[in-house]
């Protein structure tokens, strides 16, 4: 919807993704804010349809300011939890200081509030701006440990290209129809970041194993395997994972809680740039360790 212009020539807007010039016009200021193109995900079918943006524009269709809210379901110690991520927060130059963005949160969390979303999640590189609004920090852990004996039985394996259609379709098949990584602390659909965020990161690798109809995101860095994600309508345990993708190290680090993968790594501390906040009745019950997939980051 829109309104008309207030006194600094802004117009406000919410939910406009389906005008693609205002959809090209927030993928400028993200890529001008932050050096991240978001259009990429029109190669995919387009923008997250849960998302809900909030925005003012000016009179020549630029957006002067964003900040977006879209829906995030987490299982959270086997419970769905009704989950809002927040994203694609700028403010052009011009026009900071004017109070642009704090209303834009205002709206934004009133707006989940009242759709009943149960937990607010952000990611940001500035946790104190986010504390007056009811976010606090949930420290990450990764999980880490020796590997599991090997399954060496033959596997169909195939690696997957985000240059080929086929792979995509069915990258975003098995995304739609994936049960969720952990009972503990995982995205239950969360198709667009996984693809952005392989594209995002050139060292992430797709490999889906047929027999398990299952998607590994993964990462050999020297003698550490570090699993991203696994998306499937169930999870191989690990030992199969490295048989199938014939790795061999000498320690795995998982990206999210072990779970489902019969193995059990030991929590440890992970301090990316990018602090991990949590808001809302549900973030009151969370308890660790915990940690979000990259594939699922925002």
């Known amino acids: 919807m829109a309104a008309a212009a207030d006194s600094r020539g802004l117009t406000f807007r919410q939910d406009y993704f389906g005008d693609p010039a205002a959809w090209a016009a927030l993928v400028a200021l993200l890529q001008d804010t ?4 978001v259009g990429t995900q029109d190669r995919f079918g387009g923008p997250d349809p849960t998302s809900m943006p909030f925005a003012y524009f000016d009179e020549n269709g630029v957006c002067a300011a964003n900040f977006s ?44 509030d009242e759709q009943g979303f149960e ?26 440990g020796p590997p599991p004996p090997l399954e060496t039985r033959l596997v169909l394996l195939r690696a997957l ?26 995205v239950t659909a969360q198709v667009e970041m996984f693809l952005l965020n392989s594209v995002f990161d050139t060292d992430v690798r797709l490999s889906y194993l047929e027999e398990h109809e299952a998607i590994v995101a993964w990462k050999s ?13 169930s999870i191989p345990p690990l030992s199969a994972i490295l048989g199938a ?54």
């Open 69 to 112: 809210a879209f829906s995030m379901p987490m299982m959270i110690d086997d419970r769905l939890v009704k989950a809002a991520g927040f994203q694609s927060g700028a403010v052009r130059p011009q026009w900071r200081g004017l109070g642009l963005y704090r209303d834009l949160m205002n709206r934004a969390f009133g707006w989940c």
């Open 34 to 37: 932050f050096g991240i193109d």
């Open 161 to 186: 290209s985000l240059d080929n259609a086929a792979d995509i379709a069915l990258i975003r098949q098995v995304l739609c129809e994936r049960t969720p990584v952990s009972s503990v602390f995982a």
């Open 119 to 144: 937990l607010g999640i952000l990611l940001t590189d500035k946790p104190a701006m986010y504390e007056p609004y009811g976010f606090k920090m949930l420290p990450q852990q990764r999980f880490v």
């Open 245 to 298: 993708l014939d790795q061999r190290p000498d320690r795995v680090a998982a990206c999210f809680p072990p779970d489902k993968l019969d193995w059990q790594g030991a929590p440890e501390s992970f301090a990316p740039d990018i602090s991990l906040m949590v808001r809302g009745g549900a973030a009151d019950r969370l308890s660790g360790p915990v940690m979000l997939s990259p594939m699922a980051e925002f």
């Open 221 to 233: 860095e020297g003698t550490t395997f570090q699993l991203l994600d696994v998306a499937g309508k």
